[in-house]
């Protein structure tokens, strides 16, 4: 039961450099997260999905990209990476609303550099 | 708008002691709150939440937390702390479509 895979864990990029973060879930949940944690300022949310090729912004979008071809994977796209964007990167998944009596599960991160 | 308050941003408490971290939320309608736990270098685990009925919610490793409207507060609490249960704790409430989260509170336990 692997949950919500991110890969890669670590990763360091150049001013101006694009990448991809990629998050898959095997739990057939329809809401997928894409949040960025950065020390002293709790998680906040780029973007999410309600199910496949549906998704919307949340708090601190710009800059990113993402898509939701399939209910598994939920990547996300870094264009011009910049300094700014240096931070922790957390997939998550639900089954249904935040409402709902469902837990959200989280990835274990990704911890990207730009230098 | 939803929002969430944790005032402690480190607490370092001794094995065996009690522990409460502090969470107060900001919301108009009846909030949906949780509390997750982050190891170093792991994602975040759902400790516990509440959603209605009994204020007084139990969790996983023993922690519990208590709805309390009238101070807009949701504390998490522990008897005893063992020495594994370092780590950061983050305070949520849930939005229409996601979770906002508090800054986190850093827990250090002495031995």
């Known amino acids: 039961n692997a949950g919500v895979t991110q890969t890669p864990k670590f990763r360091i990029l150049k001013i101006g450099q694009s990448m991809t973060l990629q998050c898959t879930q095997d739990m057939n949940h329809n809401y997928m997260y894409w949040y960025r944690q950065d020390p002293g300022m709790g998680l906040k949310l780029i973007y999410y999905?309600?199910?496949?090729?549906?998704?919307d912004k949340g708090e601190v979008p710009n800059g990113y990209n993402v898509s939701r071809s399939t209910t598994e994977d939920f990547p996300l796209r870094l264009e011009l990476a910049a300094p700014s964007q240096t931070s922790v990167y957390f997939c998550?998944?639900?089954?249904?609303?935040?409402?709902?009596?469902?837990?959200?599960?989280f990835g274990d991160g990704t911890r990207l550099s730009i230098l | 708008a939803q929002s969430v308050t944790q005032p402690d941003i480190h607490i370092t408490v001794s094995e065996g002691a009690s522990l409460e971290l502090r969470c107060n939320y900001s919301?108009?309608?009846?909030?949906?709150l949780f509390w997750y736990v982050q190891s170093p270098g792991q994602g975040l685990q759902l400790l516990l939440k509440y959603f209605s009925g009994d204020t007084l919610v139990q969790g996983i490793k023993g922690f519990e937390a208590e709805f309390k409207r009238s101070q807009s507060s949701f504390n998490l609490r522990k008897p005893s702390v063992h020495w594994s249960d370092a780590a950061e704790y983050f305070c949520?409430?849930?939005?229409?479509?996601?979770?906002?989260f508090g800054t986190g509170t850093r827990l250090t336990v002495i031995p």
């Open positions: 998550a998944s639900r089954m249904d609303r935040q409402t709902s009596n469902q837990p959200q599960h």
């Open positions: 919301y108009g309608a009846t909030p949906y």
């Open positions: 999905s309600v199910g496949a090729g549906i998704t």
């Open positions: 949520a409430v849930a939005g229409a479509n996601n979770l906002f």
